[in-house]
């Protein structure tokens, strides 16, 4: 019989314990989508499926949360499809200033979000440019930008030459060794660099709310309706975006462990 070990038991227990920590918000927004709110949605008063029955039924919710996944998708890929050039550029050429740019990229991800959101509010101002829908996207694609190429170049840099070199070899083309070699090779770090920017444009409030005007997105409209208790229908929404979320994660991990087996076959 094994003797019970305090050090053991440690680990698991103290993991179990910032588990419960960190999920214990999400299952109250599940849980308070469920409830019959009314007017305000802070204290609980009864079971009711209504709220998904017409997740819209709180005023201005699906417009804001329409007006983030649109904020999201578009700045995400032009994020991307920026980040990712960046990235190549950096890694595979040599220029001047090449050092300095590569700090530079980093300045977005440093500063605080409060001084990066009023400067951008002042340079808009400053141009005469209406805050809005638009100014969200810019603003949310210059920050991302900067995530993009983290991931992106650390995927560039340990790809093998060799392979593009066979491609070459083979008398193919620049553009078609970058499409049916390069790009597929890197596609596992553009496709997470995308997931982060959509998840760091969809959550952000303070540079948004610098730079929204009279637009409103999801986090400023759960802001807003703090301190009367978030309304049970935008809870409705969070959860149906943590559960796709997590789903896409369990298909992924589905297709990796199956192309692992196939692979172990061979």
């Not at 305090?6 to 214990?24: E, T, W």
């Not at 017409?54 to 980040?83: E, H, R």
């Not at 993009?148 to 066979?166: G, Q, T, W, Y």
């Not at 009279?214 to 807003?224: D, E, L, M």
Request: hydrophobic content about 55%; glycine content about 6%.
């Amino acid at each position: 019989m094994k003797h019970f070990s305090l050090g053991r038991a440690f680990v698991p227990v103290m993991s179990a314990i910032v588990l419960i920590y960190l999920l214990l918000p999400i299952l109250h927004v599940i849980v308070f989508s469920f409830n019959d709110s009314g007017r305000n949605n802070i204290l609980w008063r009864g079971f009711t499926l209504r709220n998904w029955e017409n997740p819209c039924g709180a005023p201005q919710v699906c417009t804001a949360f329409g007006n983030s996944i649109l904020i999201g998708v578009v700045a995400t890929v032009a994020a991307t499809a920026l980040g990712t050039m960046i990235a190549i550029a950096l890694v595979r050429y040599r220029f001047r200033a090449r050092s300095t740019v590569s700090l530079l990229l980093f300045t977005p991800m440093a500063t605080p979000e409060v001084v990066l959101g009023a400067g951008l509010a002042a340079q808009f101002l400053l141009a005469g440019v209406e805050k809005g829908v638009g100014t969200i996207i810019l603003a949310h694609t210059m920050f991302c930008i900067s995530y993009v190429v983290v991931a992106v170049k650390a995927r560039v840099a340990s790809l093998d030459p060799a392979i593009e070199e066979a491609g070459r070899d083979l008398y193919a083309s620049p553009g078609q060794v970058f499409w049916r070699v390069t790009l597929p090779m890197l596609a596992p770090g553009i496709i997470g660099a995308a997931l982060l920017s959509f998840a760091l444009s969809f959550d952000d409030f303070i540079i948004t709310n610098f730079n929204s005007g009279t637009a409103t997105t999801f986090p400023k409209f759960i802001y807003v309706s703090a301190l009367k208790g978030v309304p049970a229908q935008a809870n409705v929404l969070a959860s149906i975006v943590f559960v796709s979320a997590l789903l896409l994660v369990v298909v992924v991990q589905m297709v990796n462990i199956s192309k692992r087996k196939r692979l172990a076959r061979v």
